[in-house]
T-cell receptor, first 113, second 110 residues
Framework: NAGVTQTPKFQVLKTGQSMTLQCAQD?????MSWYRQDPGMGLRLIHY???????DQGEVPNGYNVSRSTTEDFPLRLLSAAPSQTSVYFC????????????FGSGTRLTVV | RKEVEQDPGPFNVPEGATVAFNCTYS??????FFWYRQDCRKEPKLLMS???SGNEDGRFTAQLNRASQYISLLIRDSKLSDSATYLC???????????FGTGTQLKVEL
């Protein structure tokens, strides 16, 4: 099994550009989440989904959109990139986040210039 | 006050040493607790869940103290390969609410 697959691994954007970070999992997990990790801040939740067709905002949702049309895929869209969105982005999935924690993808390192 | 607090370290210990990390959480309604390990420039990986009765996995022991709202991780006989950042994670419920601490850095030296 591939687990959680994120693409791309690295990306440089210009301010104002938009892009989509892809995330796919093959474990039939219902729960999926997007986090960003910044130095000294820990992982912060951007958006999450508890199943296909259901999404909700996390701690830092501004500037990002998500959709969940299938169980497997959970893309994250940056609408108009800003330098403050320079970060490492992790997608994660779980069968039951209460009892099993999350499996993380390998991350996307995004730089906005 | 942060929801989950950890000493950032670094903890520098010699190979073979025993080292302990603590983590405190602020929400008394927190339901589940985890320790994750994160290597430099890699994704976090689940190390172990933490149960009220305490649990052990090889050289690693996790404890939960609900009354004092802290969890701990004990690593015995430290290996060079244990060098990483250890993240304390708390599940508080209400949808998908996992809160991560900022991590404690461990460096195991020869």
């Amino acid at each position: 099994n591939a687990g959680v697959t994120q693409t791309p691994k690295f990306q440089v954007l210009k301010t104002g550009q938009s892009m989509t970070l892809q995330c796919a999992q093959d474990m039939n997990h219902e729960y999926m989440s997007w986090y960003r990790q910044d130095p000294g801040m820990g992982l912060r939740l951007i958006h999450y989904s508890v199943g296909a067709g259901i999404t909700d905002q996390g701690e830092v949702p501004n500037g990002y959109n998500v959709s969940r049309s299938t169980t497997e895929d959970f893309p994250l869209r940056l609408l108009s990139a800003a330098p403050s969105q320079t970060s490492v982005y992790f997608c994660a999935s779980s069968y039951s986040n209460r009892n099993y924690g999350y499996t993380f993808g390998s991350g996307t390192r995004l730089t906005v210039v | 006050r942060k929801e989950v607090e950890q000493d950032p370290g670094p903890f520098n210990v010699p190979e073979g040493a025993t080292v302990a990390f603590n983590c405190t959480y602020s929400n008394s309604a927190s339901q589940s607790f985890f320790w994750y390990r994160q290597d430099c420039r890699k994704e976090p990986k689940l190390l172990m869940s933490v149960y009220s009765s305490g649990n052990e996995d090889g050289r690693f022991t996790a404890q939960l103290n609900r009354a004092s709202q802290y969890i701990s991780l004990l690593i015995r006989d430290s290996k060079l390969s244990d060098s990483a950042t250890y993240l304390c994670v708390v599940y508080t419920g209400g949808g998908n609410k996992l809160t991560f601490g900022t991590g404690t850095q461990l460096k195991v030296e020869l």
